[in-house]
């Protein structure tokens, strides 16, 4: 199990309900075969710079441990959501 850290970028105007589906439905991806460790909510910031014209995203931080099989699944689902704009994810030493 390696540690990592992963930040999610979901879009703003986006229903709570909605947002809070699709991070459980993460969160459960990668309780499946890990453990999270930290989820820090730090809701809607400004970006650095606008994607598809939008300026602010809901962010959110987690940090976990896991195989890098689950990383593939979390990166596959994200990419594929169309409530998250961004997201990346680290291995941390």
Known sequence: MRKYE???IFLPN?????RNQLLERLKGIIEGDG????IDEWGIRKLAYLIDDIAEGYYVL??????PE???ELDRIAK??????????IRED
């Open 70 to 72: 689950v990383i593939s």
């Open 35 to 38: 453990t999270i460790s930290k």
């Open 62 to 67: 987690m940090n976990f441990e896991s195989t």
């Open 14 to 18: 986006e229903e709570e309900e909605r």
């Open 80 to 89: 594929i959501s169309d409530g998250i704009m961004r997201h990346m994810i």
């Open 6 to 8: 992963a930040v999610f």
